[in-house]
């Protein structure tokens, strides 16, 4: 039985889903060069990111990790043709920070604490992106990042039991791609060469 929580959660899914096909399409037409280190390890930390957050609780706001995941890795795998860059210390660094999420879900047994530490990591690695969107706007899918806001916030009306586990990765991916939205669509160009 379809319930409206699993109907939002759903059409959350689906648009995050499609604002990577947006992604990808600006991938594939040479607007936009992917990491490919940065997408491979967001890969790993994506996928160990969704892992703990379903054992958090989560059940029809998962849709939204599950299209993350599955267009993160489609980003990556084009990135090996239309990307650019190697491994950095800060991609191994992600990817080491990734694998300390799962030993200490082991060991606290702590689906959660994987998740906080992921969600934490993915912040990091978001600041580049968010410090690009304010400097050079027009390197990035504004329309990408709306979708992707957008989603976030349709997956608020898919949660179901309203627990900490359940509410930090919409909260935490709203605020993200909210804010490198808002710097797309109202760039701050005038402020853009002090900082330079």
Known sequence: ?????????????????????????????????????????????????????????????IWVPVADVFGIFIVAILSIKYGEGGLNPFDITCFFVSMTGLVLWYIFKSPVIALILNLSMDFVGMLPTIKKSYLEPTGESGFS?????????????????ATFGVLIYPIYMSITS???ATLLYFPKTRFSKKIK
Do not use: C, H, Q
């Open 1 to 61: 039985m379809f319930t409206i929580t699993y109907i939002f959660g759903v059409v959350a899914g689906i648009i995050s889903f499609g604002a990577y096909i947006v992604y990808i399409i600006s991938i594939l037409k040479g607007e936009t060069k992917p990491s490919r280190a940065t997408w491979w390890i967001l890969t790993i930390v994506g996928s160990v990111t969704g892992i703990s957050y379903y054992f958090s609780g989560a059940v029809d706001t």
């Open 145 to 161: 990042w709306l979708l992707t806001f957008i989603g976030n916030v349709l997956n608020f009306g898919a949660i179901g039991s």
């Open 178 to 180: 909210g804010s490198v």
